[in-house]
Structures are given as structure tokens and as C-alpha cells.
């Protein structure tokens, strides 16, 4: 992309570099966060899964026949 901004001229520039490029690096730093929090939710979420069914694994080899 940084080729076709190099051609532009007048206000079209401008507006890129004042506006739409300021707005999309913030977005993609807000993003960044959400997948953070997500990476550790699910990665809490999975170690919680594999606890459980480690204790039912045990809880069934206590079962008498």
C-alpha cells in the first residue's frame, strides 16, 4: 500500500496521514488487546477443562464393581 500512497497527491495524502492511518494503527492496538484477554481466557478455560477431567479420570478409578 505504501507504493500507491507515494503517487498521491494534495489532500488525499493528507487526510491518510492525519486521519485514516492514525485511526487504523489505534484500531489494530485495540484489537491486539481483545485477542490478549481472549488468549488467556481460553488458555485459563482449557487448563480448568483438562483439571476436570483429570479428577473425573480419578474419581472413576475409586469406583468398586
Known sequence: IQQVIN?????????YYQKVLPTWNR?????SLILQRFYTTLTDVSDN???????NAEGFM???M
Open 7 to 15: 503517487e498521491w497527491q494534495g489532500e488525499d495524502k493528507n487526510v
Open 27 to 31: 484500531e489494530v492496538d485495540n484489537l
Open 49 to 55: 477443562y483438562k483439571k476436570v477431567v483429570q479428577t
Open 62 to 64: 475409586d469406583i468398586k
